[in-house]
């Protein structure tokens, strides 16, 4: 089965970039035709999904975040990142990794969710 | 961008009850439709994909339809776990969206 935690700062100030890991155990990030993705939600509010990298290291970002985000993976950790800068108090939301079967796969949905990480934005 | 209107945003129900949550796509999304539960403080959990199959080890008091653009998401008999937030999403795009979510309340 696999497992996914996020990991990072709990705090980051407004106009600094906000980096966030998740290390995947249980399923290698480089096989299997995944898609891991990166989703946040702000509190008390809805999901808003940020982008996914797949096991070939494609990535994809939502258009509203593009100019400010990277997903990557390391395969020699099995773990994939977030990095989104100049980062302002409306980015502060949990933020969630997830595991989304290959694109063919039968509705496509997200299996898999880490615990989330609260990340807020302030001085 | 596909957006996903959900209703009601919230509702208050006793167990037992049957309750429906729907959602309707602002375009042809297939069955690209997926529901989740998600409990305070906890990651959203697979209840049900492709509009209408049940996850493995998920209740079958837990139902998924579609009619066009339109999908429901019906509790059978509402038990006490059941109490939670319930979001739909697409994935017919890869701008992947989700419904704004419906609180499901004790009465």
């Known amino acids: 089965q696999v497992q996914l935690q996020e990991s990072g700062p709990g705090l980051v100030k407004p106009s600094q970039s906000l980096s966030l890991t998740c290390s995947v155990s249980g399923g290698s990030i480089s096989s299997g035709g995944y898609y891991w993705s990166w989703i946040r939600q702000h509190p008390g509010k809805g999901l808003e999904w940020i982008g996914f990298?797949?096991?070939?290291?494609?990535?994809f970002y939502n258009p509203s975040l593009k100019s400010r985000v990277t997903i990557s993976g390391d395969t020699s950790k099995n773990l994939f990142s977030l990095k989104l800068n100049s980062v302002t108090a409306a980015d502060t939301a949990v933020y969630y990794c997830?595991?989304?079967?290959?694109?063919?796969?039968?509705?496509?949905?997200?299996?898999?969710w880490g615990q989330g990480t609260l990340v807020t934005v302030s001085s | 961008d596909i957006q996903m209107t959900q209703s009601p945003s919230s509702l208050s129900a006793s167990v037992g009850d049957r309750v429906t949550i729907t959602c309707r796509a602002s375009?042809?999304?297939?069955?690209?439709l997926s529901w989740y539960q998600q409990k305070p403080g906890k990651a959203p959990k697979l209840l049900i994909y492709a509009a209408s199959t049940l996850q493995s080890g998920v209740p079958s008091r837990f139902n998924g339809s579609e009619s066009g653009t339109d999908f429901t998401l019906t509790i059978s008999s509402l038990q006490p776990e059941d109490f939670a937030t319930y979001f739909c999403q697409q994935s017919y795009r890869i701008l992947w969206t989700f419904g704004q979510g419906t609180k499901v309340e004790i009465k």
């Open positions: 997830a595991r989304a079967p290959p694109q063919g796969s039968s509705g496509w949905p997200i299996e898999h």
């Open positions: 375009q042809s999304i297939s069955s690209y």
């Open positions: 990298i797949s096991d070939s290291g494609s990535a």
